[in-house]
């Protein structure tokens, strides 16, 4: 029996949960901070393992999964914002050569092809920057933007004017619009440079050649992007006009003869065993680049093919990074902080003596929690072994002197913020501080994650303006916040705040008087309930009120309440929960009922393509013949219907091809609409 068969649901689901919050963390470290903690080779365990779990048990799919996430949010910035006409993905990881044959597996499975088919991939190096995204208008640049959290990025337009791998015009004829997007980066011996002049200089030396790259760009002044060597390497692009070619690998010379680098390593590869081949090849090249890199990438040749493959939340279908072994180093832990979160979990961080791993050096190290203290057996002054992938975040795999004779780390009881007791909930791993909003961490943390850009997205009420208020009485809960003009005379005069700064945060506040819903719900710090969730609770449920009503009337064991939100595609038991406990809270119905006195979300409508089958639920049964399940959910979800697995009296339209049994039966004896897989391509044709 596999690890997997042995795991249980609720222990899924906590590890979910988990993963979800240690990855949301080291994604902020690493994009928004450029300040990681750890390195690659645990950054990709965690999310390797996320997978595997999702893999093994799909109805507990987190709407906050990182499997649906890219990036980050973008912290405070003096850079002006930008959003993205074409949103800038990620790619999943493969660290198998058996895991690469599976992902040309899974291609030719979605597509419908033989197996025997030939699929040709581009491979490519992966390489380790900052990415960015150029548009070009009639050939000429006028924005460019950092990836941010693949919706918004940050405007660095200025900064690259400073990059002479960067054209400002490209060579020969271009397209109305084509966004070129790719990494911009420093080469090895061009950092090793800047560290030193810094270091001469008495000034910050930057952990590895990424976070170099990525501090140098994101500048407000421009002459200090200027005076740094930053070079730039295209691997794609996001929004055209007109595409330049039928492949990925044309395209992409295509860029090359407009005057942008591309990788001098890209191939085109009719078989996995090429595909696999390159990688050795690459690895074996990788110590004498001129850059760093990670790994391996290969896509989908044919751009017909990569159209119909599409995209799952966070990543294409059609691509993947096949990243490279770790790289370990030794090192002595000399403290353990603890350190509270915003739902009052305590998180132990290891503090390390600064060791080299992989050209990076690393003085931090998340230990998650308690039961991995114990696993590893670490106390202050072990000897131990960290462990990286690619090229940026660190764990701790072995403790070398676990076997001396010294007392365990004693991890606490009380929350050493507020002196609450500090517990682990049934069947969960992680302590928790019980103070709630007694606990000043967890009050000033849930308020910031409020504002922040993924929630209500305030300008101005930043960590340090957040502290101060709350340390003045003025914030202590959401609902305060839309009561700060009534302290405009008390905030005027104080340091930092002038008459246009204050009346600047007012007028960022009562700009958010009619918030998104998904957004204030996703702001509310609700256990479980990530930005997709909410994004998906309130598709279904359209008001808050609404989502209120049926996750009371499920607390209460409502059958059909409870099974309203599990027909939601990524609601799993879990969420179902913890909706019902937040609402049977008497405090958060308070802090709910208070806030809605401040605001007025209006409805949530998702726009999606005018067709004949929006809002209703869809099945399909039977076999498909010209795509696959999964393509065929995507197409209606794309025309806003919802794809559901089982018919019901609320089906509206059941698609079935040969071989369709008991659904079609079933379809037939509730006069549900049943069309054939011809028809559903009509439909999908005529979608305005």
Known sequence: MSELQQVSEADAANELMRLARQIAHHDRLYHADDAPEISDVEYDALVRRNAELEEAFPHLVRADSPSRKVGHEIAASPLSKVAHEVRMMSLDNAFTDEEVAEFVARVRRFLNLPVDAEVVMTAEDKIDGLSCSLRYE???????????????????????????????????????????????????????????????????????????????????????????????????????????????????????????????????????????????????????????????????????????????????????????????????????????????????????????????????????????????????????????????????????????????????????????EAVAEEGEVDVRCTGGLVCPAQRTERLRHFVSRGALDIEGLGDKTIAEFFALGWLESPADIFRLKARRADIVGREGWKDKSVDNLLAAIEAKRSPDAARLLFGLGIRHVGAVTARDLMKRFVTLPALRDVAERAKAEDADAAADMLSIDGVGPVVVEALGDFFHEPHNIAVWDDLLSEVSPPDFIVETKASAVAGKIVVFTGKLETMSRDEAKAQAEALGARAAGSVSAKTGLVVAGPGAGSKLKQAAALGIEVIDEAAWAEIVRNAG
């Open 138 to 420: 009639d050939g000429k640049l006028v924005r460019a933007a950092t990836r941010g959290d693949g919706q918004v990025g940050e405007d660095v337009t200025a900064n690259v004017a400073h990059i002479r791998d960067i054209p400002q015009a490209l060579a020969g004829d271009a397209p109305a619009v084509f966004e070129i997007r790719g990494e911009v980066y420093m080469a090895k011996a061009d950092f090793l440079a800047l560290n030193a002049a810094q270091e001469e200089k008495g000034d910050k030396v930057f952990a590895n050649p990424r976070n170099a790259a990525a501090g140098s760009l994101r500048q407000k002044d421009a002459t200090v992007t200027a005076a740094r060597p930053l070079r730039f390497l295209a691997h794609g692009w996001g929004a055209k006009s007109a595409v330049p070619g039928e492949t990925q690998f044309d395209v992409m010379q295509q860029i090359a003869a407009w005057g942008v680098p591309v990788s001098p390593l890209l191939v085109r590869c009719a078989t996995v065993e090429d595909m696999v081949g390159h990688y050795r090849a690459i690895q074996q090249q990788r110590p004498d680049l001129p850059y760093d890199i990670d790994g391996v990438v290969y896509k989908v040749d044919r751009l017909d093919w990569q159209e119909r493959l599409g995209f799952v939340a966070k990543s294409p279908r059609w691509g993947i990074a096949h990243k490279f072994p770790a790289e370990r180093a030794e090192t002595v832990l000399e403290a353990i902080d603890i350190q509270v979160g915003r739902t009052g979990k305590l998180t132990p961080v290891g503090r390390l003596r600064p060791v080299l791993v992989g050209d990076v050096t690393v003085t931090n190290v998340t230990l998650h929690n308690r039961d991995e203290i114990g696993r590893l057996g670490v106390r202050v002054g072990d000897r131990v072994v960290l462990q990286r992938a690619g090229d940026v975040i660190p764990q701790v795999v072995e403790n070398l002197t676990r076997d001396e004779v010294r007392e365990p780390y004693p991890f606490p009881d009380h929350c050493p913020e507020c002196g609450s």
